[in-house]
């Protein structure tokens, strides 16, 4: 049977955020939200109360959840703050690691004989580590890694550093299902040696197997 979450609160982060240059271009990635929506769709019908912050994506609001639609980063940074306290943070978002140091106004031109373009960036808040590190901490915090190689190493290694009780690891790139598919495989693991292979299923199935271990340790 499902275990519910009724009576939690559960913050999920889902999909991109676009890091604007110009009035015109900006730095994205391939994340289409599917995942992260996923999650905040079994968790609302499972009982809880679900702030998801989505990136720019086109996927329709799941049944029960308040939607915060933000683009940048720091947008991002900012929502999930504002949304705190919760029971359990699960960052699904493919959150830039850098962004443009500045923006410039008006659309940026070449100039005759220009052959290169040197665009400086600047490292973003890390959403995930500051929710874990937090004083009030959610009594879950959920990371995310999207790899394409060496793919429980890297996930391993996001676990420690940014202080999270459980990561979902799954491969990106060429031929691989984690962005923009509707089936995924995680790799979900925590301290004191847990691990748990999720899948390959429909992201909606691996969204509920990820929730039966979020109600087993927020339920106690
Ligand atoms: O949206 P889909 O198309 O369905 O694809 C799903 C997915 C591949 C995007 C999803 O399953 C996934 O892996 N999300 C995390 C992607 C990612 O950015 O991974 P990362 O390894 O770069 O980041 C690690 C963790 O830190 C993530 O939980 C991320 O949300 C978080 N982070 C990263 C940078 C930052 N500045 N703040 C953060 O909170």
């Not at 790799?187 to 999720?198: I, K, M, N, S, T």
Request: aromatic share 4%.
């Amino acid at each position: 049977m499902s275990a519910s979450l009724a009576g939690r609160h559960l913050v999920v982060s889902a999909g991109p955020t676009f890091e604007d240059i110009d009035p015109v271009r900006f730095i994205g990635n391939r994340s289409s939200g599917k995942m992260g929506f996923a999650i905040a769709a079994v968790a609302a019908a499972r009982g809880a109360r679900v702030t998801l912050v989505a990136g720019p994506v086109h996927q329709p609001t799941p049944a029960g959840v308040q939607r915060v639609d933000v683009r940048s980063a720091a947008q991002m940074h900012a929502a999930v703050f504002a949304a705190l306290p919760c029971d359990a943070y699960i960052g699904a978002a493919a959150v830039a690691d850098f962004t443009p140091r500045a923006f410039a106004a008006g659309k940026l031109k070449k100039t005759p004989g220009q052959d290169t373009l040197v665009l400086e960036l600047v490292k973003t808040r890390d959403i995930l580590a500051e929710v874990a590190a937090r004083a009030q901490r959610p009594r879950l915090v959920v990371g995310f890694a999207a790899e394409t190689d060496n793919v429980a190493g890297y996930a391993r290694g996001k676990l420690e550093r940014k202080g999270v009780d459980l990561v979902c690891a799954n491969q990106v790139g060429v031929g691989a299902t984690g962005f923009e598919s509707d089936d995924n495989a995680l790799l979900v693991l925590g301290h004191d040696g847990f691990e748990r292979a999720l899948g390959p299923a429909a992201k909606s199935a691996l969204a509920g197997l990820l929730l039966d271990l979020v109600a087993e340790r927020i339920g106690r």
